[in-house]
């Protein structure tokens, strides 16, 4: 019996010493990614990347292959870009049951980041700091789910979605090394 009890807390000693050596001294901050692929008839491409900041995620996007002007821009529920439409990326993210706003709206979707600008030569970067976005609160955490970039702008206020129109690019978010 003491032998057994012994073994026990050994073993309880043992593991918990192993998934502490693993969770101490990480690396950096928590990233993710999402690589952005074009859907049919399409050619936008690029990524984004997520990453945890004492206020907030700092979310950067680089895309090519836009036509100039305002795309919309959000994080879809499902990440599955398996359609070739995209629309098994489901509607935007949005855990916390808001309308569909920008990124500055307290009431919004937290998937709603709003547009990317696309230049004359198609081209479009994005950098800003998120307050709904996580990568750590189960309820509003992105890796998982999907990054999609529209054909038109997101007005920012028509439900369900901004009215931005057809999806051109797609990518699932994933953990990326911190
Ligand atoms: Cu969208
Ligand atoms: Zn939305």
Redesign the pocket.
Known sequence: MNFFRGSVIALMFLLGSGFSAQSQTPAGPLKAVAVLHPTADSKVGGAVTFTEEADGVKVRAEITGLTPGNHGF?VHEFGDCSAADASSAGA?F?PTHKP??GPDTPD??V??MGNVQADASGKATLEYVDHQISLTNDERSVIGRSVVVHTKADDLKSQ???DSGARVACGVIGRAKS
Do not use: L, M, Q, Y
Request: hydrophobic share 10%; aromatic share 0%; proline share 8%.
């Open positions: 959000h935007h949005n569909h706003a919004r979707h998937g709603d369900p979605s901004g």
